[in-house]
């Protein structure tokens, strides 16, 4: 398989080895470069630049940079508040998720019963729901006129409570997808050796098989709290003017205050808080690779045994049931009212308000931006991913792996804005085109190819590759025809999440996307903030279309996912 290998184990042909390795180091780095540059291009093109332009025109007086400005805006009282609460409700909406979803990720692990796959897929459904819709969901729920103000007059929708409530809604299948995974090819001998030398239940629980997940739990935790971290339509709906997070402060410094200096103080605050998440995060999933004793999956699921066993199981399905499903029905139910569908026929028609068009447009405007994102972030990712699995990378690609993260931890408002700031003059005048709404989605929308695929294409064995670039392959070809039959499958399953992502992306495109051309997301927020019962039941009707498409594209991807291709 490998040249210089083969010509080495005979005599005299030790200068021939020393010549083809340096050739072949020369063409690999020139060949992990050259599909670097494209994903190095767009994240710098379109990530890097507008974030750096709206800072720097918040920071900017008189072509002078007044970092000062950061200690004045720090002192703020107010601004000291809206970081404390990031902060704080971060934390516990991790805790409060942990505590709920980990004894889920055991069911999913260990028991083995009918409709398991249905369970999962439902229990996923609410990650690739776009934040807004969360966010309708438990405002049909907890809201005013909602489920629980109807049935016992209780609101909740004016405290923290719906929050965190949502929160848990948003991450359950983060934890149960990220620690059951591992948790179900953890070997259940080694526990079982443990208490046959007399220790409880409990304590081969804590001092066999915590450590072996300790690992996962944190790269959990650490998920959670960047998504908490930067939460923008959940608290942009739920907490009105009583809770701000950074990325609703931001929001609101940006469009409605204009005040760019504050905004640009709390992205410079929001990138070094995610950046640290991350470095944390980087971390702990090189611990979890580390060597672990793990078995089929297949092999260590079965039906739940004696009473405690089923009263998990059953309280697993009662929370899955209470916490993920009634909000989603709660949702679809407001959105027929008492008329049945007159709220989805008033969809079809203008009203001369908020929206230039029917905002049943929206629709369509959301699935062809969507198309276009997927295609951007499939390309890209696929790059990027690519670079990253071969072996001759190095510190620098590794770095690059971590910056593709930070998409999904920067301010998407600060990006949205940024695109109006910076892409407004040739060649990138931008600003009238519709590919700046599918090139902000794809942004979001790259981090989860990459994560998809990586794990696929580290598992292609290397000498194949070289196999077919000793036969003179080129590096193009040795990609169709070696890597692309290995990955097609997690290459449809990337897709996928980069469409429903794509779909649901608000923090960006509540600012550049058009008023005649809406999305989904942007026309539900517009209708949520106009007063009205018609404008309420049309909103609950968009975010109930928007949740089933979602849903469609999660089943396409769960009957195309492979043990390989990843969690998420």
């Not at 083809?20 to 630049?49: E, I, K, N, Q, W």
């Not at 292609?460 to 070289?466: A, F, K, P, Q, T």
């Not at 809406?518 to 309420?536: I, Q, S």
Request: charge should be positive.
């Amino acid at each position: 398989m490998d040249l210089a290998r083969t010509e080495v184990s005979h005599e005299g042909t030790q200068p021939v080895k020393q010549a083809v390795r340096p050739a072949r180091t020369v063409r690999g780095s020139a060949a992990r470069l050259g599909l670097m540059a494209v994903p190095v291009a767009f994240f710098a093109v379109f990530f890097a630049y507008p974030v750096a332009a709206i800072v720097a025109r918040g920071l900017e007086v008189d072509g002078v940079w007044r970092l000062g400005r950061i200690g004045d805006v720090l002192a703020q009282s107010d601004v000291r508040h809206v970081l404390w609460f990031t902060t704080w409700q971060a934390l516990a909406s991790t805790a409060l998720t942990l505590l709920v979803a980990l004894p889920g990720a055991y069911v999913f692990a260990r028991f083995d019963f009918p409709g398991k796959q249905v369970l999962r897929a439902v229990v996923t459904v609410p990650f690739v729901l776009p934040t807004v819709v969360v966010g309708t969901a438990f405002l049909a729920l907890v809201g005013r006129g909602g489920l629980l103000d109807d049935l016992w007059g209780l609101r909740l929708d004016t405290t923290v409570w719906a929050i965190l409530l949502a929160h848990v809604f948003f991450n359950y299948a983060v934890v149960v997808r990220t620690v059951g995974g591992l948790w179900a090819q953890l070997d259940p001998r080694q526990e079982e050796a443990a208490r046959m030398l007399g220790a409880s239940r409990l304590r081969a629980w804590r001092q066999v098989t915590l450590p072996a997940l300790a690992p996962a739990v944190a790269a959990a935790a650490l998920m959670v709290f960047l998504f908490t971290f930067t939460s923008f339509g959940v608290v942009q709906i739920l907490g009105g003017p009583t809770f701000s997070t950074l990325e609703v402060e931001i929001y609101r410094q940006t469009s409605q205050v204009f005040d760019l200096s504050t905004a640009a103080v709390l992205t410079l605050v929001q990138f070094a808080a995610v950046a640290a998440v991350l470095a944390v995060h980087a971390w702990t999933v090189r611990r979890r690779e580390s060597a672990l004793r793990l078995v089929d999956a297949a092999t260590t699921a079965r039906r739940p045994r004696g009473a405690g066993q089923w009263t998990l199981f059953a309280g697993v399905l009662g929370t899955v049931a209470v916490l993920l499903v009634l909000p989603l029905a709660v949702l679809v139910q407001r959105s027929l009212g008492a008329s049945g569908f007159g709220y989805y026929r008033a969809l079809t028609r203008e009203d001369g308000g908020a929206f230039l068009v029917p905002p049943i447009e929206a629709i369509g405007n959301s699935l062809q931006y969507a198309v276009a994102a997927t295609a951007i972030a499939v390309v890209i990712g696929a790059l990027a991913a690519t670079a990253l699995t071969r072996r001759d990378a190095g510190r620098f690609v590794r770095g690059f792996d971590a910056l593709l993260m930070l998409p999904l931890g920067v301010s998407a408002v600060t990006v949205g804005f940024g695109f109006l700031i910076a892409l407004d003059e040739p060649p990138l005048d931008l600003r009238s085109s519709w590919i700046l709404v599918p090139l902000a989605q794809a942004l979001v929308g790259v981090p989860f190819v990459v994560r998809t695929m990586l794990p696929v294409l580290r598992a292609v064995d290397g000498r194949l590759r070289e196999a077919a670039a000793v036969l003179g392959a080129s590096p193009w070809r040795v990609w169709r025809e070696v890597d692309l039959p290995m990955v097609r499958r997690a290459l449809l399953v990337a897709a996928g999440f980069a469409f429903a992502v794509s779909l649901g992306e608000f923090g960006a495109t509540v600012f550049i996307a058009r008023p005649d051309n809406p999305t989904l997301p942007v026309a539900v927020a517009r209708l949520l903030g106009r007063p009205g019962d018609m404008n309420y039941g049309q909103a609950m009707a968009l975010s109930t279309i928007l949740m089933l498409v979602c849903a469609v594209a999660l089943v396409v991807l769960e009957r195309l996912r492979t043990e390989r291709s990843g969690e998420f």
